[in-house]
């Protein structure tokens, strides 16, 4: 079983910048993602990256303006953020995915962190 665990949220103005990490306990991952859940609001995607790096899917929301990378020991992703918003307002939570597929859904991911608060005043 592979544990996540995220750090780098905090509060920030908007039109700022903050770096989450993602690190992983495990390696028999395909994938990592992050997702984000707004007060009273759903959780919803926010982008993805497959265990090469290679692959990465994005929100529309987000697309111009996050960036999913992997880190040189493969057991951490990053997601920047730039020219955040106070609609970004949200807890972060990175998932894993094992079983090969990666995308969009919460099903496709076996194992999630406990989030971290990213808070953007305007």
């Known amino acids: 079983q592979v544990q996540p665990v995220e750090s780098g949220g905090g509060l920030v103005q908007a039109g700022g910048s903050l770096k989450l990490s993602c690190a992983a306990s495990?390696?028999?991952?395909?994938?990592m993602g992050w997702f984000r859940q707004a007060p009273g609001e759903a959780r919803e995607f926010v982008a993805a990256?497959?265990?090469?790096?290679?692959?990465?899917y994005y929100a529309d929301s987000v697309k111009d303006r996050f960036s999913i990378s992997r880190g040189n020991g493969k057991n951490t992703v990053y997601l920047q953020m730039n020219s955040l918003k106070p609609e970004d307002t949200a807890v972060y939570y990175c998932?894993?995915?094992?079983?090969?597929?990666?995308?969009?859904?919460?099903?496709?991911?076996?194992?999630w962190g406990q989030g971290t608060q990213v808070t953007v005043s305007s």
């Open positions: 998932a894993v995915a094992t079983g090969g597929q990666l995308g969009p859904d919460e099903y496709q991911y076996d194992d």
């Open positions: 990256i497959n265990w090469s790096g290679a692959v990465t």
């Open positions: 495990g390696w028999s991952a395909s994938g």
